[in-house]
């Protein structure tokens, strides 16, 4: 044969192979790429051994049945290396993701059932991960939404924002779009909320005129309007129209004038990491819990009450174990709280490794149930507090927040006191004596008339 | 034409008495039959656990039969000097090596389609609710190894001009081995735009020479039904050019070699 002709078919063959490949790729790895950016740096010799093998889907369900028994036992800590094996190797598995945010985020706690948030920021990598590769359907970005919104519950743009691209998804399903429309309210985007709820009403009629026999079609059209319906009425009646049409003032709208919540608290180190906790907060108490947390002063990725949630996009399944982060929710009764916080039955939860800590108080009327904001409003416009209303700390909210400083050596009760006892307390503080321990609760009201009839 | 198709007539008949890949296809087969006892592992996960298990067994064990099916088939006939009696006919040696190539992949064929066949069957029984659509689905995945196992078969072919078989068994594993787990990362460091020049397009030469067999593993969307996929035709008529270019490419470059080699 021609030797030359070959080469040249050679040449040819190879340049059109490589064409080809070039024209191929974005096609396969949009259809066919186990990951989006092509990531098995994570997998050990073996397992790529598998994955290579072609058995990468038989693997990670066969690991992720053998992490139900982990469940079982309650052994989360094995689950964690599997969670993140089976998104390696079987990247499409949509439940291993939303299972395995959940348990991230919720079942590393305590021993008196206080999450470790430290995990928050992989939970929500693995829900962006899982996102990213799963983008066809709605259900890891609802996943993510809810993580922002009912775990984190302290930052509803974002929930809003995942949820906005989990409503883009054709699978979203329809019961479900409503709840953008409370993370719109929680965001202070009222308009926002009104406009979606227009859209799912017309949408809904549409629906139920084409089938008027349709009992869950009728349904969905009821549901519609019960929820825009109070949601006028909420937003009139609690001034946000007037607000924005700049008569406010001229009105007695429910949010008017401003209601004292009256928040002091003390405390009190009884022992080594352990906190009594008592305060004073004059708000029905249905429904009021004031948020505490304990965090080391000066850490990275730190914010006032809160840990900064998103931080990249990489999933690190070990916290930062130097960091202690303690959150929990002080249930008041009777216009007051009391609570014992027991951080001593989990030195890997609480290191205490820093000299300084923080102890902040908390309370965002957007995380309060619709009865409480008929009161102080979407933005707090309704609360006030001679000493702590704070309009720094979450822009544009009016929050309460107190801020107590704390050293270490007090905290673990070591040095100087270890024989004394260290209380700190905010200005004012009201001793709450007895009246948190009766057994019956007083609901007063939250308008100030009824407060000083009582 | 006719000598090229007696020599793979021939060699199709030789390949199917070789005890040693019967053997292989015996094994392939009895996974195939036992998968289904492996839903005592895959609680909830059934369906994952037995399409991507079939797959891989018949991906796996056809890759073996192709390796090894291949890398004798010319140092076979040069050993046993059959070769002298071929060649002394008027048969180009371009025909022969043809011939042979064409042989083994007929054979090949022949060996895969038995196991889709069992995967097949393995497939209605357990999955009795499964539609003709699903079936005929999980039925494309075989067919496309199939165009990758003959792409390596050509790989394969073309080392064993130069090399010895168990040389070869160990080179043709590795092509395949970077060719199925680095194309794509080669191919992201490629389009890497924070990347150096120099590293840039050394990833692209390599991406675009050692041939790409990560894109004929078409199981993920079969196991994984929920996405839709995007011009899909496309993509498969696409892949199975670059094969035939590739198959080509290998098939000139190993004529070459062994039209200039002393047997």
């Known amino acids: 044969m021609n030797r030359s002709l070959m080469l040249a078919g050679l040449a040819v063959c190879i340049a059109g192979g490589a064409i080809v490949n070039r024209m ?147 699978d979203m399903q329809t019961a479900r ?28 009629s549409d629906n139920f005129d084409k089938n008027p026999n349709d009992f869950q079609a009728r349904q969905n059209v009821d549901t519609l309007e019960v929820n825009l319906d109070n949601l006028l009425v909420r937003l009139a009646q609690r001034g946000n129209f007037a607000i924005e049409n700049g008569t406010y003032d001229q009105y007695d709208y429910d949010t008017r004038p401003p209601y004292d919540v009256g928040f002091t608290a003390q405390v009190t180190v009884e022992d080594s990491k352990i906190l009594r906790v008592e305060g004073t907060w004059n708000v029905q108490p249905v429904g009021t819990r004031v948020r505490i947390v304990l965090r080391d002063k000066d850490k990275p990725n730190l914010r006032p009450a809160a840990l900064k949630w998103d931080q990249g996009t990489s999933v690190d399944l070990e916290p930062e174990k130097d960091m202690t982060f303690m959150q929990d929710g002080l249930f008041v009764k009777n216009q007051a709280f009391f609570r014992r916080i027991d951080m ?16 902040e108080f908390y309370y965002n009327p957007r995380s309060a149930p619709p009865h409480i904001q008929d009161r102080f409003g979407f933005n707090g416009e309704g609360m006030t507090d001679k000493n702590y209303l704070n309009t720094d700390v979450r822009e544009g909210q009016r929050v309460i927040y107190a801020q107590l400083e704390i050293s270490r050596d007090e905290l673990l009760r070591q040095g100087e006191w270890a024989t004394r006892t260290p209380v700190k307390r905010t200005i004012g503080f009201i001793p709450t004596g007895a009246r948190n321990t009766e057994e019956v609760i007083n609901v007063p009201g939250l308008r100030n008339d009824v407060q000083e009839g009582q | 034409m006719g000598a090229i198709l007696s020599i793979a007539k021939t060699t199709i008949g030789e390949a199917i008495r070789r005890r040693v890949l019967l053997v292989i296809l015996l094994v392939g087969v009895l996974f195939l039959v036992i998968a289904p006892g492996l839903s005592v592992l895959s609680l909830r996960q059934n369906y994952t656990v037995l399409t991507s298990f079939t797959l891989g067994v018949i991906q796996l064990t056809s890759a073996v039969i192709a390796i090894v099916l291949t890398v004798y088939l010319l140092p076979n006939e040069v050993e046993r000097r059959t070769i002298y009696t071929i060649l002394s006919k008027p048969v180009y040696r371009w025909h022969f090596l043809l011939g042979k190539y064409l042989g083994a992949v007929g054979a090949l064929g022949m060996m895969m389609l038995l196991m889709s066949t069992v995967l097949v069957l393995v497939f209605r029984i357990m999955q009795q609710q499964a539609s003709m659509d699903d079936v005929l689905q999980l039925a494309t995945a075989p067919i496309f190894f199939f165009v990758q196992m003959s792409l390596l078969a050509a790989v ?71 996405p839709e996929l995007r011009s899909i035709e496309l993509y498969y008529v696409q892949i199975v050019v670059y094969a035939l270019f590739y198959i080509a490419a290998f098939l000139i470059a190993g004529m070459m070699i062994f039209d200039r080699k002393e047997v």
């Open chain 1, 24 to 170: 191929n790729y974005p096609l396969w790895q949009e259809n066919f790429s186990p990951r989006k950016d092509s990531d098995l740096r994570g997998l050990s010799g073996d397992q790529l051994l598998i994955a290579l093998a072609g058995f990468r889907e038989m693997v990670a369900g066969i690991l992720w049945v053998r992490a139900d028994t982990f469940f079982d036992e309650g052994n989360y800590d094995a689950i964690l290396p599997i969670i993140r094996l089976v998104t390696m190797l079987d990247p499409k598995q949509i439940d291993v993701y939303a299972t395995g945010m959940w348990h991230i985020a919720y079942n590393f706690t305590d021993e008196q059932s206080r999450s470790d948030r430290r995990y928050i920021p992989s939970a929500l990598a693995l829900g962006a991960e899982g996102s990213k590769n799963n983008d066809y359907t709605y259900e890891l970005f609802f996943e993510t939404g809810w993580l922002w919104y009912h775990k984190i519950d302290d930052d509803y743009s974002n929930a809003a924002k995942w949820w906005e691209e989990a409503n883009k998804r054709k």
């Open chain 1, 177 to 204: 779009k409503n709840i953008l429309a409370m993370a719109y309210l929680r965001d202070g985007n009222m308009t926002g909320a009104i406009e979606h709820y227009e859209e799912l009403w017309n949408a809904a």
């Open chain 1, 344 to 359: 001593a039955r989990d030195p890997t939860m609480y290191p205490f490794n820093s000299d300084n800590y923080v102890i």
């Open chain 2, 156 to 226: 394969a072919m073309f080392f064993s001009t130069f090399v010895s078989p168990i040389v070869n068994f160990f080179l043709s594993g590795g092509v395949y081995l970077v060719g199925t787990l680095f194309s794509p990362v080669f191919q992201d460091l490629s389009n890497n735009q924070t990347l150096p020049a120099a590293v840039k397009g050394a990833a692209t030469v390599i991406h675009s020479i050692v041939p790409n067999f990560a894109q004929y593993n078409i199981q993920g969307g079969i196991i994984n039904q929920g």
